[in-house]
Structures are given as structure tokens and as C-alpha cells.
């Protein structure tokens, strides 16, 4: 193919205008934010699920709670039955006799029920606690996230202004080397993980780093200024430069 040196240099310009589209493309998946946010994301939903765990504990835990309680005033309304009828003096002395041993067995009763309702207290007391303390790491975790959030959109919209600014001139750029050879720059940097111009630098290529021996050298001395060049080892297109070493 046949390519005006001004064509080739501004292909370098292209490519120059590509690869760091390229690296910006990198930049914004690989953004430290990412696995910052990646790591209090999973944090939060083993958080949640303690918090879901801890408040379903502490509901069931205040059921018994209200169970123990309603237990306790059972035995207090029937003791105060008791005793009405006991200071009342109503029945014979043989009902009078039993009223007193049930209202003895019922304060032993009342006495069992308490520490049952108090040991079912000081649970609730704890999970109640455990739930607060959870709910407090949770919304200082919501904080963090938010602030990662944040964090990681200014840095997204950084590369993405970057970008802006670095796509501007690439048009006029494509215009100025024209569809042939724009056309086999892509099938190249396609094939070519993305970098399909290089400049030929002091005998070595920019693409494949390799430097090229005197056959090679003499080879593209004796071509033509509006030759394309293609590099042996990597084949990508090789613009020769001032710096070129021929």
C-alpha cells in the first residue's frame, strides 16, 4: 500500500489518541474504587444477614417475654381471687383451709414464673443490645459505601472528561489518513491487542520492541517515502521518523 508520509505520521497521532482511549477503557475498570466498593458490598450483606438473624431472635425471645408475663399475672389474678375470698371469711372452714394451702402453692408458683420472666428478660436484653450494636455497624457501613460511592463516580467522571478531551481531534485525525489506510490500521490493531502503528526508533520497532538487523534496515532505506512499511516479527505498520536511525 501506498501512504503520503504525512498520512503515516498521523497515524501515529492516531494511535497514539487510541491507545490512551485504550488505557482510560483499563483505568475504569480497574479503579481501586471498584474493589473497595466490591468489599463493603459483600461486608454489608453478611452484616445483613446477622441483622436479619439477630432481629428475628429478639422477636421471638419478646414473645416469650409476653408469655412469661402473662404466666406471672395469671397466678397474681388468681392469688388476689384467693385472698379476697380468704379475707372475705365466705365458706366453711374446710373451703377456708383450702384457699390457704392454694394460695401457698400459688406464691411458690409466682415465685418460678418470675425467674423465668426475669432470666427471658435479661435475654431480650441482650439481644436487643446485640441488635442495636449491629444496626450501628450497619449505618456506619452505609456511610462508607456512600462515601466509596462517591469516590468511585468522580474518579469514572475524571476518565470519562479525559476521554472527552482526548477523542476531540481523532475525526479531523481519520479524515487526514484516509479510509484505506484508517481501514487497515483497525484489522491490525485488532489482531495486534490494540497497537497497529508503530514508529521505527533508533533501528527497533515501537511495537514489538525488536530491533531490526541490517537486511531489514537497508530494506526499508531503499523504500519508497510513500511506502507502507510493515514490521518482519509483529507486522504492524512501521512509520519511520527522524528518529529512525536510518
Given at each position: 500500500m501506498k501512504a503520503d508520509p504525512s498520512r503515516q505520521w498521523r497515524l501515529l497521532d492516531l494511535q497514539a489518541i487510541?491507545?490512551?482511549l485504550d488505557?482510560?477503557?483499563?483505568?475504569r475498570k480497574s479503579l481501586p474504587e471498584h474493589a473497595r466498593l466490591a468489599e463493603?458490598?459483600?461486608k454489608a450483606e453478611g452484616l445483613d444477614s446477622l441483622l436479619v438473624r439477630a432481629r428475628t431472635e429478639l422477636g421471638d425471645i419478646q414473645r416469650e417475654v409476653a408469655k412469661a408475663e402473662a404466666d406471672?399475672?395469671?397466678v397474681r389474678d388468681r392469688a388476689a381471687r384467693d385472698q379476697s375470698r380468704l379475707d372475705a371469711g365466705t365458706g366453711t372452714a374446710k373451703d377456708l383451709q383450702a384457699i390457704q394451702h392454694e394460695l401457698a402453692s400459688l406464691v411458690r408458683r409466682?415465685?418460678?414464673l418470675e425467674d423465668v420472666e426475669l432470666e427471658v428478660m435479661e435475654r431480650a436484653e441482650d439481644a436487643e443490645s446485640a441488635v442495636?450494636?449491629?444496626e450501628a455497624e450497619r449505618a456506619t457501613l452505609t456511610e462508607q459505601l456512600t462515601a466509596?460511592?462517591?469516590?468511585?463516580d468522580a474518579a469514572l467522571a475524571d476518565l470519562d472528561a479525559e476521554a472527552v478531551r482526548v477523542a476531540a481531534?481523532?475525526?479531523d485525525i481519520v479524515a487526514g489518513v484516509g479510509d484505506d489506510l484508517v481501514a487497515l490500521y483497525d484489522k491490525i490493531r485488532a489482531q495486534s491487542g490494540g497497537l497497529a502503528a508503530a514508529p521505527l526508533r533508533q533501528r527497533r520497532c515501537g511495537g514489538c520492541q525488536l530491533e531490526l538487523n541490517n537486511v531489514d534496515m537497508n530494506r526499508i532505506k531503499a523504500a519508497p517515502a510513500d511506502e507502507l512499511l510493515r514490521c518482519e516479527e509483529c507486522r504492524r505498520i512501521l512509520v519511520r521518523t527522524a528518529e529512525s536511525g536510518l
Open positions: 487510541d491507545t490512551r488505557q482510560i477503557g483499563h483505568a463493603l458490598e459483600t406471672v399475672q395469671l409466682q415465685s418460678e442495636t450494636q449491629l466509596a460511592t462517591e469516590s468511585r481531534p481523532r475525526a
